[in-house]
Every structure is written in structure tokens, then in C-alpha cells.
């Protein structure tokens, strides 16, 4: 018990004094989890609204498809990126396995069919109301998409954030195709498995401390975006 | 190419591009679960008449008005824009209002630029036509307000100012005015009288048998789907022709 007190003790004397190995693994942690959030939302925004105006035969299976996607565990992306980033891969030659862009790629596979799904339920429910104002309109089917995009844009950012929280938060798909290797792809995650498997308790619960104060910070920003866009009934 | 060249001056020719009424619908069916609920209308709607669309809850009026926009595909007849079938360029020359209004999470000024910028106004002349579009609705102080936050008839209000910004040629209006009050409707007659002494063709449902006293050219009466007559307002008030249209002006209860 006083181990763990101490090891506290620890923990935050490194988060104040700015350790530079907790600050370059935070960063990285950052750099990687935002670069996918920002892949996903390129792909998952369009396709998520394509799938919520367009009407095609087997639209139903997609989204059960889609829907089943959002729970993808993070291992087997982890798997199916090292398979394709593996040097007898597909993409073997271009040597990605073990760098920051192999664990964007991953997260990128992991947060894109959250993005999607949820995309495609936020602007479907908006699509119903407009729906007819937007065939008066005469629009054509991508000013249609871009109109419901736009509207639904506070609800999209914290879909935007959802996705955030389930990159910044997972560990299976990183610390396979990343493999965990100091400062290269070291991130938050698979420093707090390391450290603690070393039973260094101190950085693990830094990091963890960090990462706790992440997802607050990320669950207050959603919550006073979303009283702002009430406020302004364009929630 | 044509069509985009339509759409990109839609309004700008509007002066000059072929005209797209009269608006006639030739026996004109819609079902819906097994059941006929548009029951073989055949209507003409020429230029400078205000028609107003009347018939007890169910007849099938704003049925018909969606079916006439193009918003409903007919179970069976035809729709002919001065005698084509419903093209991109009749698209883009009408307008509809709707008894709820649709405003976008956006500012009421916003709603304007959206719904010119889709016509395919330059985006030069749009602010200038936005603007004068808000005024005349007598929203300019609340051209920033975002729009779901104006009261009732400020939305209806800006609904038909944004209809109207599109210099339709054809104005469907559905029950503009069922749950305003009455300084708003007298803000939306105004605003229709308007749009009819410029040429738009108006077309307009209401159960209020007084706005359509006030507004009536020619009234067209359904009952249970079917056109039972369209006549001259004042002959309607005055002798309608069915005994339905009768009991219905009377005030009793039409089956």
C-alpha cells in the first residue's frame, strides 16, 4: 500500500516537472489518435451520408454490415493491418510496419466504421425532417448530402469525438502493427501494458492520470458544445 | 450541359425561358396501402388565377398539392407542365410552403442564401436578393437569429420569403397559416396578395373558409379523393355546385 502511495507520489511529480519521456509518449499518443480521427471523418463522413440518402439494393446488409463494424476488436485490426503491412503483405514494400503511420492506418481502420455508422443515424434522422423541403428545392443528391452534413455539424463533432475516445483509449491494434518501440511508437496505451509488466508504476500511473484527464476534458467539451448548439436550437 | 445552364440562371431567365403553365393533371390516382386516396383527378391550372384548394379533412388536398409539386410519384395519370412531363427547368420554376415549416439549423439570413444558392443564383446577387427578401417578410432586425428560434409565424413567415426569393412562377402553399395568429396570417396574405399581383401563379390550401373568401379567384373542392368541383370563387360561395360543397360552406359535417 505504501508502494502504491508512493508510486502516486511519483506519478504526479513526473507530470509536473514535465518529464520528457511522458511528454514525447502523450504527444505521440496525440499526433497518432488525431491523424486517424481526421482519416476517418474524410471517409466516414461521405460514406456515412451517401448510406443515409442514396437508396440501393442491399443497403440493409451494408448497414447491419457497418453497425457490426463499430465493435471490431482492436487486435484483430491490429492483425489484419500487420498482415497487410508485413513485408510479404500488399503493402509490405512500402515498409510501414512498426511506425507511427502503421498505428494511424490502424485507429483509421478501427474509427472509421464507428464514424460512419453513426454519421449515417444522425443524418438520416435529419434527412426526415428535410426531406421534402429539400426536394422542393429540386436538389441534386450531393448538395443534399452537403446541406445535412452541415446542419448536423454539432452532432457530427461529437461523433467525431466518439471516435477520439475509442483511438486515444485502445491498445490491441497499436502495440501490434507499432510494436511498442521506444521513442518511435511508444504511445500512452502500450507504455501503461509495458510499464506496469515491468512493474515501473510510477510512469504507468502518470500516463494513466493523463489519459483519465483526456477523456473528462474530452466528455466536457462534447457536453458544452452540445448546451451551446441547444442554446442556439442548432442542436 | 443544358441542364446545368438551366439551373445555373434559373431565375435570371426567368423572364424569358418557355413558361410552365398551365399545369394540368389528367386523371390523377394515388394509393397507399391498398387504398385510392387520389381517386382520378383531372385539373387545369392556368396563369393569374389564385386557386385555393378546399374540401373537408381527408379529401385528399395536400395529397394533391405534393402530387402537383412532384414531391409524390401518381399511382396513375399524368402531369403535364404546359403539356411536357415534369423536366428539370419546371422544376426549378416552382415553389412550395409547407403547413410546418422546414427551417435549417442556420441563421434565418442563412436559410435565404441556402435555398437561392441551390437555385443556382450567382453568389454575387445573392446577398443582395436575401436581404430584400428578409425585409419584405419584415425580418430584417432577425436576419442573424438562427431560425428555429423565431416564433411560429416569424418561421412561416420566413418560409415564404424564402419561397418567394426564388421567383417561382408557381407558388404551392399548404395550409400556410393553420396554427398562426392573426397578425402573422395577415403578414402571409399580404405576402401572397404580393407575389400574385407579380405574376406567381398561387396555389393554396386552407380549411379556413375566411382566408379563402379573402384570397379566392377559383376554388377547387375535393371530397374523398375526387375533384367534385372548380369554379369561380364567387359562383363557390355563392352556388356551389354539389351538395357536399354545400353542407361543407354551411358548416356541417361532410362524410
Redesign the interface.
Given at each position: 500500500m505504501q508502494d502504491f502511495g508512493a508510486a502516486f507520489g511519483l506519478a504526479f511529480g513526473l507530470i509536473a516537472a514535465g518529464d520528457a519521456d511522458l511528454l514525447e509518449i502523450i504527444g505521440l499518443s496525440l499526433r497518432v489518435s488525431v491523424s486517424a480521427v481526421v482519416a476517418a471523418c474524410m471517409i466516414g463522413l461521405p460514406l456515412g451520408a451517401g448510406l443515409a440518402v442514396i437508396r440501393f439494393p442491399g443497403r440493409g446488409v451494408a448497414l447491419v454490415l457497418l453497425n457490426a463494424l463499430m465493435g471490431l476488436p482492436p487486435v484483430v485490426v491490429g492483425l489484419m493491418v500487420y498482415l497487410m503491412l508485413s513485408r510479404a503483405g500488399p503493402l509490405g514494400d512500402f515498409g510501414l510496419l512498426y511506425t507511427p503511420s502503421a498505428m494511424i492506418i490502424a485507429q483509421t481502420v478501427l474509427v472509421t466504421p464507428i464514424v460512419a455508422a453513426l454519421t449515417r443515424q444522425v443524418v438520416e434522422d435529419l434527412h426526415a425532417?428535410?426531406d421534402?423541403?429539400l426536394?422542393?428545392?429540386?436538389?441534386r443528391r450531393l448538395?443534399v448530402a452537403r446541406?445535412l452534413l452541415w446542419?448536423?455539424r454539432y452532432s457530427l463533432l461529437t461523433v467525431a469525438l466518439a471516435g477520439f475516445g475509442r483511438a486515444i483509449a485502445e491498445v490491441g491494434a497499436v502495440i501490434i502493427v507499432g510494436g511498442n518501440i521506444n521513442h518511435v511508437t511508444r504511445i500512452m496505451t502500450t507504455a501503461i501494458a509495458l510499464e506496469t509488466s515491468k512493474g515501473d508504476l510510477a510512469l504507468a500511473l502518470a500516463l494513466g492520470i493523463v489519459l483519465i484527464t483526456l477523456a473528462v476534458l474530452i466528455n466536457g467539451a462534447v457536453m458544452t458544445i452540445r448546451a451551446s448548439a441547444a442554446r442556439?436550437?442548432?442542436? | 450541359m443544358l441542364e446545368r445552364a438551366l439551373a445555373g440562371s434559373a431565375i435570371e431567365e426567368s423572364m424569358s425561358a418557355p413558361a410552365v403553365l398551365p399545369l394540368a393533371a389528367e386523371r390523377l390516382v394515388f394509393e397507399a396501402g391498398g387504398r385510392r386516396l387520389i381517386d382520378g383527378i383531372s385539373i387545369v391550372l392556368r396563369p393569374g388565377l389564385r386557386s385555393v384548394v378546399m374540401g373537408p379533412n381527408g379529401a385528399g388536398k395536400s395529397l394533391t398539392l405534393r402530387l402537383l409539386h412532384g414531391l409524390l410519384r401518381p399511382s396513375g395519370g399524368r402531369i403535364l407542365w404546359d403539356g411536357r412531363p415534369l423536366d428539370r427547368a419546371a422544376q426549378l420554376r416552382q415553389a412550395m410552403v409547407f403547413q410546418r415549416p422546414v427551417m435549417l439549423r442556420r441563421s434565418a439570413l442563412d436559410n435565404l442564401l441556402h435555398a437561392l444558392r441551390a437555385r443556382g443564383v450567382p453568389r454575387r446577387a445573392c446577398g443582395s436578393r436575401a436581404q430584400a427578401a428578409l425585409e419584405r417578410a419584415g425580418l430584417e432586425g432577425q436576419a442573424r437569429t438562427p431560425a428555429r428560434l423565431l416564433s411560429g409565424g416569424e418561421q412561416q413567415r420566413l418560409a415564404l420569403a424564402r419561397a418567394l426569393a426564388l421567383a417561382p412562377e408557381i407558388l404551392f402553399l399548404d395550409e400556410p397559416c393553420a396554427n398562426l395568429d392573426p397578425a402573422s396570417t395577415l403578414v402571409i396574405e399580404t405576402l401572397i396578395q404580393q407575389a400574385h399581383d407579380e405574376g406567381t401563379k398561387i396555389v393554396l390550401v386552407t380549411h379556413d373558409l375566411g382566408q379563402a373568401k379573402r384570397l379566392a379567384d377559383e376554388v377547387i373542392f375535393l371530397h374523398r379523393g375526387r375533384l367534385l368541383e372548380q369554379s369561380p370563387a364567387a359562383r363557390f360561395f355563392d352556388r356551389p355546385a354539389s351538395p357536399e360543397a354545400e353542407a361543407f360552406l354551411a358548416g356541417r359535417i361532410v362524410l
Open positions: 425532417e428535410y421534402e423541403h426536394r422542393s428545392l429540386a436538389l448538395e446541406t446542419d448536423a442556439t436550437a442548432y442542436a | -
